[in-house]
């Protein structure tokens, strides 16, 4: 993984640099995009408070304020940070630590900046106020960008002017994008998802999304037709979650992202592995049946279009024994989830490194799907497994919440589990993906999470 971007903003006091970061912000907050915003004078009240405004205490204040970016703890978001930063070593040392840094000049002439005074700073100076002794002297002296990225003339053009010419430069950049998010986890019909390949096409285009991976469990059967639908207004990835058992990971997923729905290896092993589903499937619906509930097999195999999964069995299970089940959750909690009274593992089993050799086989990539579902596995024996098998990535973005299945439970919060998994792909040097393994349930929400583009960019420089 990448270190995200930071948008660093340079310039006198009075330039204009809070101003346009905070009107940027207000537009990444439009569009939905994340971001963390520092503003270098909100900061001096905290991290800087010991610090005054001399030229060796403005480059300490530029050092905290750059390792604070460097150490965002929402990791892989945007930071915007509006720092004075008045020479080039310090701006060289910020761009050296965070590598992926934007530098904006807000360029505006002393003179100016003097008259504007919003913040009072060089009134202080004036009055000679403590800890504003050196600020005109510092300001004064201040050294230009030699190589900004973009130079914004506040003596000039109007705010909204500069923030426009921002913003086309970061778009340009692929620094923002205005065309969405992408999913790359969902299931249509093909498997146990609610609405059809095309169905799920046109409610992505409505969302706005930018792309859309079709990831149906051990069938690649929705995939065309997915890709028709798209007509050209939006990118349909192919996929597939199969189903894996190994000694100690019982019925853990891994994704195929990008690959190739008619290559003959990947087809003979779903093959299989349907067969290994509807065997197992089978089998529990006889276990539900000797617990004493009303089910039979033809049943949930009417309720299902395409594979059998447990939500199907757990659909009948409730429609059919009110007296005894209340919820799907209780079905799953109670009997359905592994090492629960109707479980069974399946007898012929696809193994982790099958699943990873069939999808490279097609051309794609193999990733680990929501690894913080599975409950009873260590998850890093897991990964290790998964990393010497020759797998390439994580599902590091995920809607834990809608599952209640969180396995730290010491992370309240969803965004604490992926970011933990995040650091855990950087560590690993693994790609990351993401989606809200959408089905078409209620608690479900297509493109729910703002899962980045650049998720998809860089699979495709693998």
Request: net charge positive; aromatic share 6%; with cysteine.
């Amino acid at each position: 993984m990448e270190d995200a971007w930071t948008i660093w903003f340079t310039g006198l006091h009075g330039s204009g640099k809070s101003t346009i970061a905070n009107r940027l912000a207000g537009i990444l907050k439009e569009k939905d995009v994340p971001f963390v915003l520092l503003d270098g004078d909100e900061l001096r009240k905290t991290i800087s408070s010991d610090l005054g405004y001399s030229l060796e205490e403005r480059n300490e204040h530029m050092r905290r304020v750059a390792h604070l970016c460097k150490k965002n703890p929402r990791n892989g978001i945007l930071t915007i940070a509006s720092v004075a930063s008045p020479t080039e070593k310090s701006r060289a040392y910020a761009k050296k630590l965070l590598k992926r840094m934007f530098l904006v000049y807000v360029k505006c002439p002393l003179d100016v900046c003097l008259k504007r005074d919003v913040k009072g700073h060089y009134k202080k100076a004036k009055d000679k106020e403590k800890g504003f002794e050196h600020f005109m002297k510092v300001s004064s002296s201040y050294e230009e960008p030699k190589k900004p990225d973009i130079i914004l003339y506040t003596d000039k053009e109007s705010v909204e002017e500069t923030v426009k010419q921002l913003v086309g430069r970061l778009k340009e950049r692929n620094i923002i994008s205005e065309e969405g998010y992408i999913d790359l986890h969902t299931h249509t019909t093909a498997s146990d998802g609610v609405l059809t390949p095309a169905q799920l096409v046109s409610l992505a285009i409505k969302k706005g999304l930018k792309a859309i991976a079709i990831t149906d469990h051990d069938s690649v059967s929705g995939v065309k037709e997915a890709m028709n639908a798209a007509k050209g207004k939006i990118e349909v990835i192919s996929g597939v979650e199969i189903s894996c058992d190994d000694p100690g990971f019982v019925d853990t997923h891994i994704l195929g992202l990008n690959i190739d729905p008619d290559n003959k290896e990947l087809k003979e092993l779903l093959k299989k592995a349907q067969q290994y589903r509807e065997d197992q499937k089978k089998a529990i619906i006889e276990r539900f049946r000797k617990l004493g509930f009303r089910i039979t097999y033809q049943e949930v195999r009417r309720l299902a279009n395409g594979e059998i999964g447990r939500p199907h069995i757990a659909k009948v299970i409730l429609k059919n024994n009110p007296d005894k089940v209340a919820s799907i959750n209780q079905v799953f909690d109670e009997y359905l989830a592994v090492g629960k009274k109707a479980y069974i593992e399946r007898k012929d089993k696809i193994s982790i490194g099958q699943a990873i050799k069939a999808i490279h086989a097609a051309k794609g990539l193999a990733f680990i799907a929501h690894p913080d579902v599975y409950s009873n596995i260590d998850i890093p024996r897991f990964i290790r497994l998964f990393v010497k098998e020759g797998g390439d990535g994580i599902e590091t973005v995920y809607a834990y919440d809608k599952t209640g299945r969180l396995k730290n439970r010491s992370e309240k919060e969803p965004t604490e589990t992926i970011d933990r998994y995040r650091r855990i792909a950087k560590e690993h040097h693994l790609l990351e993906t993401g989606g809200s393994d959408f089905h078409g349930k209620e608690s479900d929400e297509l493109g729910k999470l703002k899962v980045p583009y650049e998720f998809l960019e860089q699979m495709r420089k693998r």
